[in-house]
């Protein structure tokens, strides 16, 4: 796969927080190359469409652990989940494992999704404002614009999951509550405007509808141009940004269709390709973001949190795990049995996990890939390997699989079950992940055997919390003593009116530059 190729002509989003309030709406471009010079011509723009890619695997606030996407993959919804767990590392990281940072409007861990998201939707703001003053062809120009809409919309689905109340408690989207519940609609029809007030989920459902509907268009208008890269938007991720936001939003009828059409042309995936360690793209990859040893962040990237041979500290050490909880849900005929370790009839701590020394020197030799030096704990993941040096590889933003899983609940809720058991078939037994599967449930045995394989199907990609939260369901830890393996300071219940219903309160640094929110 050609390596990835990345403009200077990157331009500073409005939105980028600083801490003079004076800078808090800056557009100087943040090379010398000038805006003008950007959108001079479609080539020039091409390679800012590259450079907003590159802006979701860079490092941000001087912060380790602020990766771009997979910030929010890993540490905003699977340390917050259910099913995800670093028994050792809890002791120590409990506070942000049970989202007390949530209502902290001035905690890194709040602002840091809206500091992001905003970034891209800025930067995709001036390119909407300016592509149609390039010079080159009007099919370019279209695709460009497209490209842009996509990542505004996806950036507002992520944020409305956020910092807006579930749709359940949101009155059918008409809701806004000062300060702890809502969006600033940013477009680039306002973005001189620093002063604008919160709008509802409701709002910014209808924007994402819009920018999809004017992508999808603009991509059909220019349908002779291809993507040449996973890590672009295309007119299936447009589908697929479409089908997640419907199914949060429960619009059903949306999603399913959404989700058809994002799947086309994106097979699933080989079991060798399955086994393959979740760091390169496949069939079935419809967008993701590049990882390589040319563009690596080396200790602070996705693959360095998550991969269970990264060469890193806090990998050696506090193995990444899937609860014992989910895992004991995984058929023993599932090749995702294999993505994690069963540590059968051996002991293990009942305090972080580690196993006993002669299982650990057996699973190092089965995996060579990892050193002496990494730990090796009870349900520790296989899932995520490294690409590379250090942490590298190439993260899931959008699979096949997940539009599977989005269609079949989508059919359930539309009274299809046939529909919704012929998915699950599809994903699970006709891609041999369990040949020997076979669904036959109805009714709300179905529903939840949907949810379980989308547990298990989409673990560690990002999922769990916000899956939990639109489901109105609370997040049930269980620990050692009680049969499962959460350190006893995570191993708690999250009920779903806690944490200002799990809704990020706005962040200070918005209230403090915005003078509509005084």
């Known amino acids: 796969m050609k390596n990835i190729k990345y403009t200077g002509l990157l331009f500073l989003s409005i939105l980028i927080f600083s801490a003079c309030g004076d800078d808090y709406l800056d557009t100087k471009p943040t090379s010398s190359t000038s805006t003008a010079t950007v959108f001079e011509t479609t080539d020039n723009a091409k390679m ?18 602020h990766c771009g996407e997979g910030t929010i993959k890993f540490l905003h919804n699977e340390y917050l989940g259910e099913n995800f767990t670093r028994p050792a590392l809890a002791s120590g990281w409990y506070t942000v494992m049970n989202g007390t940072y949530i209502e902290n409007n001035n905690s890194i861990y709040n602002y ?32 460009l614009k497209a490209q842009a809409l996509t990542f505004r919309a996806y950036s507002y689905m992520q944020l409305v999951q956020f910092y807006c109340y579930r749709w359940d408690d949101s009155n059918n989207g008409a809701s806004v509550t000062n300060l702890l519940d809502g969006l600033i609609l940013r477009t680039e029809e306002n973005m001189g405007e620093r002063d604008l007030p919160l709008v509802s989920s409701g709002e910014i459902y209808k924007q994402i509808y819009a920018d999809l509907d004017q992508a999808i268009s603009l991509y059909e208008s220019s349908n002779a141009i291809k993507r040449e890269n996973v890590w672009e938007p295309n007119i299936n991720v447009a589908y697929a940004t479409y089908a997640r936001t419907a199914i949060t939003r429960k619009d059903y009828e949306k999603a399913e269709t959404m989700a058809a059409k994002a799947r086309e042309g994106f097979k699933l995936m080989s079991v060798d390709e399955y086994k393959a360690g979740f760091s390169m793209a496949n069939s079935e990859w419809i967008w993701g973001s590049y990882g390589g040893d040319d563009q690596t ?46 540590p059968g009839s051996t002991t293990y701590s009942a305090t972080t996990g580690v196993v006993a020394a002669a299982l650990a020197t057996q699973v190092r030799a089965d995996h060579p890939t990892m050193l002496s030096s990494h730990s090796v704990a009870a349900y520790m993941n296989f899932k995520f390997s490294v690409n590379g040096s250090y942490g590298v590889g190439f993260i899931p933003h959008f699979r096949s699989s997940e539009m599977l899983l989005i269609e079949a609940e989508a059919k359930y809720f539309r009274n299809q079950e046939f529909g919704a058991q012929a998915a ?57 003593a009680d049969g499962g393996n959460f350190y006893s300071t995570t191993a708690i219940t999250i009920p779903v009116g806690m944490y200002n219903k799990w809704t990020y309160v706005t962040p200070l640094i918005e209230t403090q530059n915005n003078q509509a929110l005084k």
């Open 48 to 65: 800012a469409i590259n450079g907003m890619a590159r802006l979701m695997v860079n490092q941000y606030l001087s912060t380790q652990t």
């Open 112 to 143: 840091y999704p809206w500091y992001y998201y905003y970034m891209l939707i800025g930067n995709a703001n001036l390119f909407v404002s300016k592509i149609d003053e390039a010079e080159g062809s009007e099919a370019d120009k279209n695709f």
């Open 297 to 342: 962040l080396y200790y602070y990237g996705f693959h360095s949190y998550m991969a269970y041979d990264a060469n890193t500290s806090i990998n050696r050490s506090y193995p990444v795990c899937i609860s014992k909880t989910l895992y004991d849900k995984i058929p023993a005929t599932d090749i995702r049995t294999g993505l994690f370790l069963d």
């Open 424 to 480: 699950l078939n599809e994903l699970t037994r006709d891609s041999k992940r369990d040949p020997s599967y076979e669904c036959t449930a109805t009714g709300a045995a179905l529903l939840a055997e949907i949810k379980t394989y989308r547990a298990i199907e989409l673990w560690g990609e990002g999922f769990d919390w916000m899956d939990k939260k639109r489901y109105s369901e609370p997040i049930v830890r269980v620990a050692f």
